[in-house]
């Protein structure tokens, strides 16, 4: 405690700067899924019970739609009667865009899919999975209150169980089958009372620092956040401390995290909802089977799926300063692009959180601040030096 508390007071000792981000990409209105491209087939990646539909099919179907509010419609098919041994169709769309180490995303939702055998996420990936890293920002299953955040990479990468964050640490090894996992406690990020409470914000900080995710419910969005525009830039300086913090101090984010696609997809049952004793848990009596598929994806479709359904107002992408386009590396497909990434690794630009001991890096005690290359010679230094005289005196 004492050497933390020294190196504290040499951190509170640095001045630190203002972390500002220029927007690249934002999908909104009626242009909202210009630069995604449909799933088009069954979910064989999560063996979930759904189709996931193609462009043009999602469309006609009204599965996936912008309504008059100007938010787009992502669900599941709600209308069918599916006979067993039948999927229900549902979405997946991923972007056209990659976006690299250096990146921030900010999402404004006023519904999110859940229900029985419900399992919705919205989360980016490289082109290899796990090998180029996986960030899941927002994802439940069934009748879970609190939404989850999660990273998948290949091993060597870990939660660093110390780091400052509002959220609750739970598997620390990210290349377990559930990654390394840490819960929302913050109210309303789920369920019945995300909507009710008006929906939420997500942000999430893609940096060679680490990666950091802010949730915060309708009555609690910063003011930078509640004042950018499609154009402008964002400063983070207003976030506070994160729901999960991911380090750089356990996981060197570069080495395990390429340019990321960012996704949204709905699917049922399948290999974490539908597993028999998570689903019985908290749906036992949704049906007479007690199974995932039986009691819920055959059958009519509705009411069991009137609420499983995204609806979005924005999603921003950003970058810090302007971006510097690289060619597209092996596995990013023909056509798409890959944007707000760097010809070569940016300095870190946010450490937004206290240190351990509850003394704080921010200069107003609760946002975050930027740490630059030169700062962190400054942290080491001085570190070393106040280590070096707590030693001292204790040998005194």
Same mark, same amino acid.
């Given at each position: 405690?004492?050497?933390?508390?020294?190196?504290?007071l040499?951190?509170?000792?640095?001045?630190?700067?203002?972390?500002?981000?220029?927007?690249?990409?934002?999908?909104?209105?009626?242009?909202f899924?210009?630069?995604?491209?449909?799933?088009?087939?069954?979910?064989?990646?999560?063996?979930?019970?759904?189709?996931?539909?193609?462009?043009?099919?999602?469309?006609?179907?009204?599965?996936?739609?912008?309504?008059?509010?100007?938010?787009?419609?992502?669900?599941?098919?709600?209308?069918?009667?599916?006979?067993?041994?039948?999927?229900?169709?549902?979405?997946?769309?991923?972007?056209?865009?990659?976006?690299?180490?250096?990146?921030?995303?900010?999402?404004?939702?006023?519904?999110?899919?859940?229900g029985?055998?419900?399992?919705?996420?919205?989360?980016?990936?490289?082109?290899?999975?796990?090998?180029?890293?996986?960030?899941?920002?927002?994802?439940?299953?069934?009748?879970?209150?609190?939404?989850?955040?999660?990273?998948?990479?290949?091993?060597?990468?870990?939660?660093?169980?110390?780091?400052?964050?509002?959220?609750?640490?739970?598997?620390?090894?990210?290349?377990?089958?559930?990654?390394?996992v840490?819960?929302?406690?913050?109210?309303?990020?789920?369920?019945?009372?995300?909507?009710?409470?008006?929906?939420?914000?997500?942000?999430?900080?893609?940096?060679?620092a680490?990666? =950091?995710?802010?949730?915060?419910?309708?009555?609690? +969005? !910063?003011? %930078?956040?509640?004042?950018?525009?499609? $154009? &402008? @830039?964002?400063?983070?300086?207003?976030?506070?401390?994160?729901?999960?913090?991911?380090?750089?101090?356990?996981?060197?984010?570069?080495?395990?995290?390429?340019?990321?696609?960012?996704?949204?997809?709905?699917?049922?049952?399948?290999?974490w909802?539908?597993?028999?004793?998570?689903y019985q848990?908290?749906?036992?009596?949704?049906?007479?089977?007690?199974?995932?598929?039986?009691?819920?994806?055959?059958?009519?479709?509705?009411?069991?799926?009137?609420?499983?359904?995204?609806?979005?107002?924005?999603?921003?992408a950003?970058?810090?300063?302007?971006?510097?386009?690289?060619?597209?590396?092996?596995?990013?497909?023909?056509?798409?692009?890959?944007?707000?990434? =760097?010809?070569?690794?940016?300095?870190?630009?946010? +450490? !937004?959180? %206290?240190?351990?001991?509850?003394?704080? $890096? &921010? @200069?107003?005690?609760?946002?975050?601040?930027?740490?630059?290359?030169?700062?962190?010679?400054?942290?080491?230094?001085?570190?070393?030096?106040?280590?070096?005289?707590?030693?001292?005196?204790?040998?005194l």
């Open positions: 405690m004492i050497v933390r508390a020294a190196v504290g040499c951190v509170l000792a640095i001045a630190l700067q203002v972390a500002a981000y220029d927007v690249v990409r934002e999908y909104s209105g009626n242009t899924f210009d630069r995604w491209d449909f799933y088009g087939s069954w979910d064989n990646l999560t063996l979930g019970d759904v189709w996931w539909q193609d462009r043009a099919t999602a469309m006609s179907t009204g599965l996936a739609y912008v309504n008059e509010a100007g938010s787009a419609i992502m669900k599941v098919d709600n209308t069918t009667n599916v006979p067993f041994n039948d999927k229900r169709n549902s979405i997946r769309i991923t972007t056209q865009d990659f976006y690299g180490v250096g990146s921030l995303w900010i999402v404004d939702i006023t519904h999110i899919p859940y029985c055998s419900v399992w919705p996420a919205f989360w980016t990936k490289g082109p290899t999975w796990p090998d180029n890293g996986e960030i899941d920002i927002i994802e439940g299953i069934n009748l879970n209150t609190n939404n989850q955040y999660a990273l998948h990479t290949t091993g060597g990468c870990f939660k660093d169980a110390s780091a400052i964050q509002t959220g609750a640490t739970g598997v620390t090894d990210c290349s377990q089958p559930s990654g390394c840490v819960q929302e406690t913050g109210r309303n990020s789920y369920r019945e009372g995300f909507a009710a409470a008006g929906g939420g914000v997500w942000a999430t900080q893609f940096d060679v680490g990666i =950091f995710i802010w949730f915060w419910s309708r009555p609690n +969005i !910063p003011a %930078s956040i509640l004042q950018a525009t499609s $154009t &402008s @830039p964002i400063d983070v300086s207003d976030f506070g401390v994160p729901s999960a913090s991911y380090p750089v101090s356990r996981c060197n984010i570069p080495q395990y995290f390429t340019a990321q696609q960012i996704v949204f997809d709905i699917t049922l049952c399948g290999n909802a539908g597993i028999p004793s998570l848990a908290q749906c036992l009596n949704q049906g007479p089977t007690g199974t995932c598929y039986q009691d819920n994806v055959v059958g009519s479709g509705s009411p069991k799926y009137d609420e499983a359904y995204f609806e979005v107002k924005y999603l921003r950003y970058t810090t300063g302007a971006p510097a386009p690289t060619p597209a590396s092996g596995g990013i497909a023909s056509g798409s692009s890959l944007v707000a990434t =760097f010809a070569s690794v940016p300095e870190p630009t946010i +450490i !937004p959180t %206290s240190l351990p001991g509850g003394i704080n $890096t &921010s @200069p107003n005690g609760s946002s975050a601040g930027l740490i630059t290359a030169d700062v962190w010679k400054g942290i080491i230094l001085a570190s070393t030096v106040g280590i070096g005289l707590v030693l001292v005196l204790l040998i």
